[in-house]
Protein backbone atom coordinates (compact mmCIF):
# COMPACT_ATOMS: atom_id res chain seq x y z
CA UNK A 1 0.00 0.00 0.00
CA UNK A 2 1.07 3.35 -0.99
CA UNK A 3 2.70 5.78 1.56
CA UNK A 4 2.57 9.56 0.79
CA UNK A 5 3.51 13.03 2.49
CA UNK A 6 0.31 15.21 2.74
CA UNK A 7 0.86 19.03 3.87
CA UNK A 8 -2.17 18.58 6.30
CA UNK A 9 -1.77 14.72 7.75
CA UNK A 10 2.02 14.26 7.42
CA UNK A 11 2.71 10.56 6.28
CA UNK A 12 -0.49 9.11 5.06
CA UNK A 13 -1.75 6.19 3.00
CA UNK A 14 -3.48 7.08 -0.61
CA UNK A 15 -6.20 7.06 -3.01
CA UNK A 16 -5.28 6.69 -7.08
CA UNK A 17 -8.13 8.55 -8.98
CA UNK A 18 -8.48 9.14 -12.59
CA UNK A 19 -8.54 13.15 -14.10
CA UNK A 20 -12.34 13.06 -13.71
CA UNK A 21 -12.29 12.05 -9.74
CA UNK A 22 -9.42 14.51 -9.11
CA UNK A 23 -11.43 17.22 -10.48
CA UNK A 24 -14.40 17.00 -8.59
CA UNK A 25 -11.99 16.75 -5.62
CA UNK A 26 -9.86 19.65 -6.38
CA UNK A 27 -13.26 21.50 -6.78
CA UNK A 28 -14.16 20.08 -3.08
CA UNK A 29 -17.06 18.22 -4.63
CA UNK A 30 -17.66 15.06 -3.31
CA UNK A 31 -16.70 12.72 -5.87
CA UNK A 32 -18.77 9.92 -7.66
CA UNK A 33 -17.54 7.00 -8.64
CA UNK A 34 -16.09 3.23 -7.80
CA UNK A 35 -14.05 2.71 -4.83
CA UNK A 36 -11.64 -0.42 -5.68
CA UNK A 37 -9.26 -1.81 -3.38
CA UNK A 38 -7.02 -3.56 -5.43
CA UNK A 39 -3.03 -3.42 -5.04
CA UNK A 40 -3.97 0.00 -3.48
CA UNK A 41 -6.78 2.08 -3.49
CA UNK A 42 -8.64 3.31 -6.31
CA UNK A 43 -11.28 5.91 -7.28
CA UNK A 44 -12.70 5.96 -10.73
CA UNK A 45 -15.64 7.68 -11.88
CA UNK A 46 -18.86 5.98 -13.33
CA UNK A 47 -17.08 6.57 -17.36
CA UNK A 48 -13.53 5.18 -16.72
CA UNK A 49 -15.04 2.23 -14.62
CA UNK A 50 -17.39 1.39 -17.58
CA UNK A 51 -15.08 1.88 -20.58
CA UNK A 52 -11.92 0.67 -18.60
CA UNK A 53 -13.99 -2.96 -17.41
CA UNK A 54 -13.29 -2.38 -14.08
CA UNK A 55 -16.67 -4.59 -13.01
CA UNK A 56 -14.10 -7.50 -14.33
CA UNK A 57 -11.99 -6.90 -10.94
CA UNK A 58 -14.73 -6.70 -8.66
CA UNK A 59 -13.11 -10.60 -7.35
CA UNK A 60 -10.30 -9.43 -7.38
CA UNK A 61 -11.13 -6.37 -4.33
CA UNK A 62 -12.34 -9.19 -2.81
CA UNK A 63 -8.98 -10.95 -1.96
CA UNK A 64 -5.97 -10.30 0.28
CA UNK A 65 -2.65 -9.26 -1.24
CA UNK A 66 -1.23 -12.04 -0.74
CA UNK A 67 -4.28 -14.07 -2.41
CA UNK A 68 -3.94 -11.26 -5.04
CA UNK A 69 -0.36 -12.03 -6.25
CA UNK A 70 -0.98 -16.04 -6.63
CA UNK A 71 -3.56 -15.02 -9.22
CA UNK A 72 -2.27 -16.50 -12.61
CA UNK A 73 -5.49 -16.61 -14.72
CA UNK A 74 -4.69 -13.00 -16.36
CA UNK A 75 -7.28 -10.80 -14.30
CA UNK A 76 -3.80 -9.66 -12.43
CA UNK A 77 -2.34 -8.43 -15.97
CA UNK A 78 -5.83 -7.20 -17.56
CA UNK A 79 -6.44 -5.48 -14.44
CA UNK A 80 -2.74 -3.45 -14.72
CA UNK A 81 -3.79 -2.86 -18.33
CA UNK A 82 -6.58 -0.81 -17.08
CA UNK A 83 -4.66 0.80 -14.25
CA UNK A 84 -2.30 2.19 -17.10
CA UNK A 85 -5.32 3.05 -18.83
CA UNK A 86 -6.72 5.23 -16.64
CA UNK A 87 -6.49 8.94 -17.53
CA UNK A 88 -4.61 11.25 -15.94
CA UNK A 89 -4.26 9.20 -13.08
CA UNK A 90 -3.89 11.51 -9.82
CA UNK A 91 -2.77 10.28 -5.89
CA UNK A 92 -4.66 11.84 -2.97
CA UNK A 93 -4.40 11.95 0.59
CA UNK A 94 -6.77 8.77 1.85
CA UNK A 95 -7.94 11.37 5.01
CA UNK A 96 -7.98 14.90 3.24
CA UNK A 97 -10.54 12.78 0.89
CA UNK A 98 -12.20 11.68 4.12
CA UNK A 99 -12.85 15.06 5.18
CA UNK A 100 -14.45 16.40 2.38
CA UNK A 101 -16.51 13.38 1.73
CA UNK A 102 -18.14 14.03 5.99
CA UNK A 103 -17.96 17.75 5.18
CA UNK A 104 -20.53 17.30 2.10
CA UNK A 105 -24.14 18.61 2.85
CA UNK A 106 -25.22 17.42 -0.35
CA UNK A 107 -24.48 13.51 0.40
CA UNK A 108 -24.49 13.63 4.31
CA UNK A 109 -27.25 11.42 5.83
CA UNK A 110 -29.17 12.97 8.79
CA UNK A 111 -27.26 11.82 11.94
CA UNK A 112 -29.00 12.16 15.06
CA UNK A 113 -26.03 12.03 17.30
CA UNK A 114 -23.02 14.87 17.05
CA UNK A 115 -20.32 13.76 15.28
CA UNK A 116 -17.75 13.58 18.23
CA UNK A 117 -16.05 10.13 17.79
CA UNK A 118 -13.12 11.01 16.46
CA UNK A 119 -11.26 7.95 16.10
ZN1 LIG B 1 -12.87 9.06 -14.96
ZN1 LIG C 1 -4.36 14.94 3.98
Known amino acids: MGIMICETHGRVGFVETCSHVAKEIERKNVPD ?5 IMGNLF ?24 VVEVTDGRMEAFEV ?14 CLAELESQSPATALPI ?8
Not at 44 to 67: H, I, N, P, Q, T
Not at 82 to 95: D, H, Q, S, T
Not at 112 to 119: G, V
Open 44 to 67: VCDDCFRSLGFEKFASLAELSLEE
Open 82 to 95: AYEAIEGRRVFCLK
Open 33 to 37: GHRLM
Open 112 to 119: AEPDDQKR
